[in-house]
């Protein structure tokens, strides 16, 4: 199993000063560049000690919000590719459906693998609602856009003998010739996030890895759709590297210190989706059966325990975190028991994106956090025999 250490690079000043909106129209007047300034120095110093301690990176963009401070990940991906060793940079994600110019992403993805001498993996992302009133884009259309987006990427990415051009709905380009191509071929390799069933078949058609987030024990039915759809292509069932799941981690030599550490992890789903109403499902961002999904609370922030009690993320208690695989608490031996159990429900998952870090924990705490687990968790994990996957639900 692969570990790829994940913060939001949050901005927790103005989390106690958000007058009932963090994303889109919250004044960056509460943003003191200063403290902005060490803040980010310290995200990249946890990085790079993620990069010592043998995990890989994940990187992600948001917009216009303090929970997030990244809304250019291409230059966190820069400085990393350069500043780290041997950590895979996983960027997801790039919200190609939102962007205007997808040859500046093919320029800018195909760089950061030169630099980092091929360690970029690419995830494009549909993106979260709450980025198209500072996109300028229409939530409408908006799956058409990335996915004719993400063809031209792959093409640029792809075409070496000469320059062509391109023609299609949304974007219109008369000469394409990226430089530098990328060092990994024939491209990075491609992830994408979804809580679809929908999506997770044309995932699964593509052979991209899936990552979900935050789904619980609705996980292993998105991964056995995601299986039907990799398997209609004529290929075997898919290894474990196929799949992905962000969770948050708290460990700590005693259980009573790890709970205290999980609900400062636990502050991330606290605060996430602390919006103002008219962003949070702007009309055409989500289709009809999503829609009613959502209703029906199958969804984030809704998700389930293992026997089917309902939580909601953002007021649960850090057991029924537990419960429900959205936190993985505990001393080194139960975090890995916690993360094995999920393992096997979901039938093979060989990617681990671990929320290690969120607003509320210092640094200290966050590299006792990571290297705790470093140590004592992450080498059985490493050891552990993926269970054999089907396409049949447990």
Known sequence: MRVYQFTEQPYPD???????????????????????????????????????????????????????????????????ARQTK??????????????????????????????????????????????????????????????????????????HDQPFNWESEHFHYRHVNIWPRPWQQPHPPIWS?????????????????????????????????????????????????????LGLVAVASNEREARERGERVASYLRSAA?????????????SAADNARLMRGETPPRSYTKDRRVIDMRSASVQELIDAAILFCGTPTQVYEQMVDFCEYCGGMGNLLMMGHAGAMSHADTVENLTLFANEVFPRLKQYKQPSATATAA
């Not at 560049?33 to 010592?52: G, K, M, N, S, V």
């Not at 996915?147 to 075409?159: N, P």
Request: aromatic share 12%; net charge neutral.
């Open 86 to 159: 041997r950590a895979r940079l996983l960027v997801l994600g790039y919200p190609i459906g939102h962007r205007q110019d997808p040859l500046r992403v093919a320029e800018e993805l195909a760089t950061v693998d030169v630099v980092s001498r091929g360690r970029l993996d690419m995830g494009f992302i549909k993106g979260v609602p709450y980025e198209f009133p500072s996109s300028n884009q229409n939530p409408v259309g908006v799956m058409d856009r990335f996915w004719e987006a993400h063809d031209f990427i792959v093409k640029a990415m792809t075409s």
């Open 14 to 80: 103005a989390w106690r000063d958000h007058g009932g909106s963090l994303r889109v129209n919250l004044p960056n007047r509460k943003c003191d560049p200063t403290i902005a300034a060490d803040l980010f120095h310290r995200y990249y110093d946890e990085w790079l000690l993620a990069d010592e301690l043998g995990f890989d990176i994940m990187l992600n963009e948001h917009h216009q919000t303090a929970t997030c401070m990244s809304s250019t990940v291409i230059v966190g991906l820069s400085i990393l």
């Open 274 to 286: 602390i919006v103002f109403l008219p962003f949070r499902n702007p009309p055409g961002f989500l």
């Open 193 to 245: 996030t979804t809580g679809s069933k929908n999506n997770a078949r044309v995932l699964g058609e593509r052979g991209y890895v899936i990552a979900t987030l935050g789904t619980g024990y609705n996980t292993r039915a998105l991964y056995d759709v995601y299986r039907e759809g990799y398997m209609s292509k004529g290929r075997p069932a898919p290894a474990a590297d196929r799949f992905a799941y």
